[in-house]
């Protein structure tokens, strides 16, 4: 990922409300209906597991490291040897992320140092070739996603240390740029052709001062001739400009993009798995980050840092689990869900579907909870709880719908009532 964005602030933000159905870049030809078809497993799937693992996982110290430590490329590539993720378990992983709640996976196939998790035949650099592993680790996941129903995504880095000859993640070379391109080009039609259908492509690296918004458009036409449905981010090109959607980087827009847009965010305060960190981000948060972004129409995809082995850390693996068991009492008010009908209030958070209003409060409030603006709905209020979904009584003062409440939250994290419109 873009260091640049590493220190915006991780909050919820939940003031402002997004603007659905606003759309800018566009494939040539497209029509409205057809781009909201292409986007509509996207939309509804709104959480979805980002994975960053590579032989950087071998130092422990991040997915920066070579850059970070100004390791030689040389001597970066003695890493590849010495990987070899015997305790890797793709379906391990698929497992843990549907019982999170998440609904798509995005892995690195390529990240900014050049080594490939994939079998490729432009480079020896890659897990097949380069590791005794000697296993196709992109393969592996896309069989698993497939075996278990769920969507698979990759992310590639346009930036490549290790074909640019330096170990710099800011730039690249100039000379030989226009034969890399041909390389980038001859990769991703591999991982195009060779695994399957691919839900979405995540790029990045796209800050390379050889990269501008012309190629970006010429690398969304190559993809998409070989899978035009495929849904792809905005660094493709040159950021908040290309693709199908935003994408903003550990925090939470103030006000939402006017199209669709995902942030992608850490568990603590690193992508590639780092033993030095352990500035872990509580489930609470964690689960609030997601109402809060759902509740402005956007997508949440959370990170976990694969070790040496081919483990998630268990730190990761607790918040995700705890996510989970919020999830299966509330993941109606997050699946297919976008913003609610009025401006988020001060306790909490409000998410809508057709015929469906949630209110995700935050701040227990003693006795009842006053929504203004809701004064003209009519419908059930279902507390909803790991037993069953609990009626509460209502009534209507002036501009807003009172609820009457139990004595304690559902979830310190976020309770949910669900109202249920003309029952």
């Not at 996603?145 to 698979?152: L, P, S």
């Not at 930036?159 to 000379?175: I, T, V």
Request: with cysteine; charged share 20%; net charge positive.
């Amino acid at each position: 990922m873009d260091r640049r964005n590493f220190m915006k602030a991780c909050g919820i933000g939940c003031a402002a409300m997004a603007k659905p159905g606003v759309m800018l870049a566009r494939i040539p030809g497209e029509s409205d209906a057809e781009f909201n078809a292409r986007m509509t497993w996207w939309r509804e799937a709104r959480f979805g597991m980002f994975i960053h693992w590579g032989i950087y996982a071998q130092l422990g110290l991040g997915e920066w490291a070579m850059n970070d430590l100004k390791i030689p490329p040389a001597r970066y590539q003695k890493l590849a040897p010495r990987f070899n993720p015997v305790d890797y378990n793709p379906a391990d992983w698929v497992k843990l992320a549907q019982a999170a709640g998440m609904k798509y996976m995005v892995i690195t196939s390529k990240h900014h140092d050049g080594f490939c998790m994939f079998k490729t035949k432009y480079t020896d650099f890659n897990i097949v070739d380069a590791t005794p592993y000697k296993r196709d680790a992109l393969a592996m996941l896309s069989k698993a996603c497939a075996d278990q129903g769920m969507k698979f995504g990759f992310y590639y880095s346009i930036l490549d240390a290790h074909q640019s000859g330096d170990n710099s993640f800011r730039k690249m070379k100039d000379e030989g740029f226009d034969q890399y391109e041909v390389y980038l080009k001859n990769q991703l039609q591999e991982l195009l052709s060779n695994y399957g259908p691919i839900g979405s492509i995540f790029f990045d690296g796209q800050w390379t001062p050889q990269w501008n918004s012309e190629k970006g458009k010429a690398l969304e036409k190559h993809v998409r001739s070989f899978q035009p449905q495929v849904v792809m981010n905005d660094r493709v090109g040159r950021q908040y400009e290309s693709g199908d959607y935003n994408t903003p980087e550990q925090f939470i827009p103030e006000k939402p993009p006017a199209r669709d847009w995902e942030t992608c965010m850490t568990i603590n305060g690193s992508w590639g798995y780092n033993r030095l960190d352990h500035a872990w981000k509580s489930s609470t948060q964690l689960i609030r980050n997601l109402i809060g972004i759902v509740s402005k129409n956007g997508n949440f995809l959370l990170n976990v840092g694969s070790t040496r082995q081919g483990l998630v850390p268990q730190p990761e693996i607790d918040r995700l689990q705890e996510i989970g068991k919020w999830m299966d009492i509330n993941g109606d008010a997050i699946h297919g869900a976008g913003p609610g009908p009025t401006p988020n209030p001060p306790w909490g958070c409000v998410t809508s579907k057709p015929g469906k209003i949630f209110l995700h409060v935050f701040e227990w409030p003693k006795g009842e909870l006053a929504l203004e603006g809701l004064s003209n709905v009519s419908g059930k209020a279902l507390l909803l709880t790991a037993s069953g979904k609990q009626e509460l009584s209502t009534s209507v003062s002036g501009n807003g719908l009172i609820i009457k409440l139990p004595s304690q939250p559902v979830h310190p994290a976020a309770s949910v009532i669900e109202i249920v419109k003309g029952s």
